[in-house]
């Protein structure tokens, strides 16, 4: 079984700080990872995934994360936030070979203060 | 294409009353799912199905809750009778499915139908 844990539940960062935001899950075989986003009132948008390849993957709105296989993380990061990145972001991760299901992690709210 | 579409968007209803959400998924994806979002929980798998088949139902609270495929293109999760703690979102979403390593890995969400047992 795979699950992911995202260690804040929530981060408060001044507008056009850096933010992390942490993520480590537990697998016993190959899996997919993602970052979604889901604003007030909406779904989950998809950030950003890793598959395969260089571990450092861009996505939309200047998010890229970083792919540590030694110690099971995948964080998120942004050099410089603004407001309209207030939302709530989900890890998740999904296994290679077979059940096709995302396992999510908990969530962290980002809340972005001018 | 139009993504994935749930209906309704938003479900008041009385505690025992039989509640019916809605999902399209994205024409010729062949894998869909049901989340359940709450504060308490966060998201939770209900069920799967690939190609039309239920893979995995572990996730279905009890006997109250029942999900179909009838076709590629329709799903219903059906909640009989609700109960106030049956309040949450609950999405849909739908991916191409399984295969050989694909970039088209992901799950497209819907909007969530906002459901409210009082």
């Known amino acids: 079984a795979q699950s992911v844990t995202q260690l804040d539940s929530q981060v408060p960062v001044f507008e056009e700080a850096p933010v992390e935001l942490r993520c480590n899950y537990s697998?016993?075989?190959?899996?997919?990872l993602f970052w979604y986003v889901q604003y007030p009132n909406q779904g989950l948008q998809l950030l950003l995934k890793?598959?395969?390849?260089?571990?450092l993957v861009k996505g939309i709105n200047g998010f890229e994360a970083e792919f540590n296989k030694s110690q099971t993380s995948f964080h998120l990061r942004k050099p410089s936030v603004h407001i309209s990145d207030t939302a709530e972001y989900f890890c998740?991760?999904?296994?290679?070979?077979?059940?096709?299901?995302?396992?999510f992690g908990q969530g962290t709210r980002l809340t972005i203060n001018p | 294409d139009a993504g994935v579409i749930q209906s309704p968007r938003h479900e008041v209803t009385e505690m025992g009353q039989e509640v019916t959400l809605r999902c399209k998924p994205i024409?010729?994806?062949?894998?869909l799912f049901w989340y359940r979002q709450t504060m308490m929980r966060g998201l939770e798998l209900l069920i799967y199905?690939?190609?039309?088949?239920?893979?995995?139902d572990s996730g279905m609270p009890e006997d109250r809750f029942s999900a179909k495929m009838p076709n590629a293109s329709f799903s219903t999760l059906k909640i009989q009778p609700s109960e106030p703690r049956d309040s949450a979102v609950y999405f849909c979403?739908?991916?191409?499915?399984?295969?050989?390593?694909?970039?088209?890995?992901?799950?497209?969400f819907g909007q969530g139908t906002r459901l409210t047992v009082v």
């Open positions: 199905f690939n190609n039309n088949v239920p893979i995995d």
């Open positions: 998740a991760v999904r296994r290679i070979q077979g059940a096709q299901k995302l396992v």
């Open positions: 697998s016993s075989v190959s899996v997919y």
């Open positions: 024409s010729g994806h062949n894998s």
């Open positions: 979403a739908s991916s191409p499915g399984q295969g050989v390593q694909s970039m088209n890995t992901e799950a497209f």
């Open positions: 890793y598959l395969s390849g260089s571990t």
